[in-house]
């Protein structure tokens, strides 16, 4: 009878505890999805798509990198590394929410243009040094040559 009780007690905490979990939870992505509406203006209908688990995670890096001016890099420059990265993905959406922060955070369409031929280089070179399957070692020996290359080390 004892274990029975305990068995179910046991239960009944579980049970209890998820149910708060689930609660604390939900008040969890309703603040998100405030912090998000005081963010934009509005709540984006693909962040109301977005799953429970890991969305307030997912938010606070976005907001803290890519909207945060407390970071090492301007807001320009996020913009266009964020651009240069999307056209390789390619994502559209992102393709044009990039293009338009870069352009807000004061980017010419030439230095969009530029950052997006630097990610088609980098792109073509290591399709050229993965598929030829050059030696990484190699690679580096003689790039080390080149004058400055101990900074990058």
């Known amino acids: 009878m004892t274990r029975t009780f305990q068995a179910i007690a046991l239960s009944l905490a579980l049970v209890s505890g998820a149910a708060m979990t689930a609660r604390a939870d939900e008040a969890s992505r309703s603040a998100t999805l405030k ?3 005081q963010t934009f203006g509005f709540v984006p209908t693909f962040m ?6 890991g969305f307030e995670g997912a938010w606070r890096q976005l907001k803290d990198l890519e ?3 407390n970071t090492v890099l301007p807001a ?10 999307v056209a390789q993905i390619p994502c ?3 393709i044009w ?3 338009l922060g870069a352009r807000q955070a ?21 399709t050229m040094l993965n598929g030829l399957e050059t030696d ?9 040559k080149v004058e400055g290359a101990e900074a990058a080390k």
Do not use: H, M
């Open 35 to 37: 912090d998000i509406e």
């Open 48 to 53: 109301t798509q977005q799953p429970k688990a």
């Open 67 to 69: 909207f945060s001016e």
């Open 76 to 85: 320009k420059v996020k913009a266009l590394i964020g651009l240069a990265v």
């Open 92 to 94: 559209s959406y992102c």
């Open 97 to 99: 929410a990039d293009s």
């Open 106 to 126: 004061g980017a010419t369409d030439e230095e969009i243009r530029e950052a997006v031929a630097i990610a088609a280089t980098e792109r073509y070179w290591s």
């Open 136 to 144: 990484l070692g190699q690679f580096k020996a003689e790039f080390s």
